[in-house]
């Protein structure tokens, strides 16, 4: 006999508003990056600076060192960013979003009705890390627009996650794990 009511929810589990909150200021910080990056090297043009040049030249990333690549602040913002998923999906409980949420947004909640597993969220890190590395190999690789393209759509995905409660990395996790390729599922226990 279990000592839960049926209401209550699974041991082991997260708060859900956990993730959206620290979905919601990845998102802050993502739309500064792509800020930077539609602003920085990753999108200028040489005639955008140099009004020598013909307009539609060649892209300044590509004639940029790779000092002057890793020193753009687009790329060392989401350098950041790419340690903080790291760091989420590395050791979720000590990352500093989650730590802030659960020591000062979470205890003026009421308490959740009902918890989630944790791995799709932990899922969801790695793509945003996956989708962030990308975009940082691209830039030092100096391809044009490659770094705000990947911010960009790590955006769109942080900021669905935010605002409508839309977590695109859960969802992936998910449907891999219908097909087997990912966790299965949990036991539930009495």
């Known amino acids: 006999m279990s000592d839960r009511s049926p209401a209550s929810p699974p041991r082991g589990g ?3 508003r956990g993730p959206r909150f620290v979905a919601g200021i990845t998102s802050v910080l993502l739309l500064i990056d792509v800020f930077l990056g539609l602003t920085g090297l990753s999108t200028a043009r040489v005639s955008d600076i140099d009004p020598g040049f013909v307009i539609g030249g060649p892209w300044l990333i590509t004639l ?5 690549r890793f020193l753009d602040p687009a790329f060392l913002l989401l ?3 790419a340690l903080l998923f790291v760091w989420s999906v590395v050791s979720p409980r000590t990352a500093p979003w989650g730590v802030l949420y659960r020591t000062l ?3 003026r909640l009421k308490p959740p009705t009902e918890l989630e597993d944790p791995r799709p969220p932990r899922f969801a890190q790695g793509v945003g890390l996956f989708v962030t590395t990308i975009g940082l190999v691209l830039h030092l690789a100096g391809v044009p627009w490659g770094l ?27 449907l891999l794990q219908r097909v087997g390729l990912v966790g299965r599922e949990r036991p539930q226990t009495a």
């Open 14 to 16: 997260i708060d859900p």
């Open 64 to 68: 940029a060192t790779p000092l002057e």
């Open 148 to 174: 705000t393209v990947a911010a960009a759509l790590a955006f769109v995905a942080a900021f669905l996650n935010a605002a409508f409660g839309l977590c695109l990395g859960c969802q992936l996790y998910l």
């Open 79 to 81: 350098l950041v960013i």
């Open 105 to 107: 947004v979470q205890p």
